[in-house]
């Protein structure tokens, strides 16, 4: 059964980057499935940052692709994001997840989420 | 890119409605369409994928349907477990963008 857990820092300064790391067990990480990460700010809906593939291929929410980096370390079985010159409405949960199909898919496995709140 | 319009945004009904949830694409988007059930605080859960294939292990009630640009959620016998907000999600192409979200909520 796979499982996806996330962590980093939970309180980020404005103008700093905010890193989270996905850590999965349960399944291979190199296997067919995309990786990627969605958040949602308090009371919002929900926001897909972008899928990465244990190929390399990666797709970004356009809207974000300037500030966003997804990457991936096999050999850990972790998947990463950084998001730079963070502001206040970056506050959210944000989530890592196991995407199924092309360009990521729909997600079939979310990892708990984590709260990050960007405030001075 | 393609936008998800999800009606209504909220609703009200009582135990043992039927309830549909309309989500309508911006653009054709064939069959690759999910729905998503989020409990208050709780995790996103999938529900349907490919439009109307259910997710191992939800229960039979729920169901999907349609093609292109027009998608229904239907649950058809609405019960208390069920409240929770419900998103519909292309995944066609690149970007995947989510519907606003539905509320559902008990009469």
């Known amino acids: 059964q796979v499982h996806l857990q996330e962590s980093g820092p939970r309180l980020v300064k404005p103008s700093e980057t905010l890193s989270l790391t996905c850590t999965v067990s349960g399944y291979s990480i190199s296997s067919d499935y995309y990786w990627g990460w969605i958040r949602q700010p308090p009371g919002k809906g929900l926001e897909w940052f972008g899928s990465i593939y244990h190929s390399g291929n990666t797709f970004y929410n356009p809207s974000l692709k300037s500030r966003v980096t997804i990457s991936l370390d096999t050999s850990k079985s972790q998947f990463s994001l950084k998001l730079t010159y963070v502001t206040a409405a970056d506050t959210a949960v944000y989530y890592c997840?196991?995407?199924?199909?092309?360009?990521?898919?729909?997600?079939?496995?979310w990892g708990q989420g984590t709260l990050v709140t960007v405030s001075s | 890119d393609i936008q998800m319009t999800q009606s209504p945004s909220s609703l009200s009904a009582s135990v043992g409605d039927r309830v549909t949830i309309t989500c309508r694409a911006s653009?054709?988007?064939?069959?690759?369409l999910a729905w998503y059930q989020q409990k208050p605080g709780k995790v996103p859960k999938l529900l349907i994928y490919a439009a109307s294939t259910l997710q191992s292990g939800v229960p039979s009630r729920f169901s999907g349907s349609g093609s292109g640009t027009d998608f229904i959620l239907t649950i058809s016998s609405l019960q208390p477990e069920d409240v929770a907000t419900y998103y519909c999600q292309k995944y066609n192409s690149a970007p995947i963008t989510f519907g606003q979200g539905t509320q559902l909520e008990i009469k």
């Open positions: 653009q054709g988007i064939s069959n690759y």
């Open positions: 997840a196991r995407l199924n199909g092309d360009y990521g898919g729909f997600v079939d496995n």
